[in-house]
């Protein structure tokens, strides 16, 4: 019913920037929560940072200060402008959202992920 397709990954210089995006596509009433995720190599999957609809985003502190997620409702797009990148940024990420509807949530849903490698 929901699809989450990501995009931006791919291979940078350390100190360089990267731009993810990730557009809702399917059953979409309405999207509260929008966030991102990342695995890195050997490790659990990590909160990146959230934006609640109408509120303030919200950021792990590894990357408070780094990167800027915002979103664009109208086209049920998420962001995550990642600046001053380094090896520790190297990992999957994952899009994340939470769809409800007038009658109450809908589900919480998973995008595929694109890769970041961080490189000297």
């Known amino acids: 019913q929901v699809q989450l397709v990501e995009s931006g990954g791919g291979l940078v210089q350390a100190g360089g920037s990267l731009i993810l995006s990730c557009a809702a596509s399917?059953?979409?009433?309405?999207?509260?929560?929008m966030g991102w995720y990342r695995q890195a190599p050997g490790k659990e999957r990590e909160w990146v940072a959230t934006i609640p609809r109408g509120r303030s985003p919200n950021y792990a502190d590894s990357v408070k200060g780094r990167f800027t997620i915002s979103r664009d409702n109208a086209k049920n797009t998420v962001y995550l402008q990642m600046n001053s990148l380094n090896a520790d940024d190297t990992a999957v990420y994952y899009c994340n959202v939470d769809i409800t509807a007038p009658w109450g949530p809908i589900g919480n849903y998973w995008g595929q992920g694109t890769r970041v490698t961080v490189s000297s």
């Open positions: 399917g059953t979409i009433f309405s999207i509260d929560n």
